[in-house]
C-alpha cells in the first residue's frame, strides 16, 4: 500500500537555517505526531501522541531538561 508523503514543518522560532532543529509531521495514526531532526530528514522518525507532545513541548518551555 502506498504511503503518502508526510508534510514535514519547522516551528517559527527555528532560525534562520535549513537544518537547524527538529521537524513535526501529522501522521496517519490517529492523533499522532512525528518528529525528525532536520540535520538527518532521511532517518527514521519518533512517533508520539498528541498529549505525549504537548508535555514534551510544556517542559522544554519550563525548562526541566
Known amino acids: 500500500m502506498h504511503q503518502p508523503r508526510l508534510q514535514w514543518r519547522k516551528s ?15 501522521l496517519r495514526e490517529a492523533g499522532d505526531v512525528g518528529i ?13 501522541t498528541r498529549a505525549q507532545l504537548g508535555r ?6 519550563t525548562n526541566e531538561f
Open 12 to 26: 517559527s522560532y527555528s532560525g534562520g537555517g535549513n537544518n537547524t532543529c527538529v521537524e513535526l509531521a501529522e
Open 36 to 48: 525528525r531532526d532536520s540535520k538527518n530528514p532521511a532517518h527514521a522518525h519518533l512517533s508520539v
Open 56 to 61: 514534551l513541548v510544556s517542559r522544554i518551555r
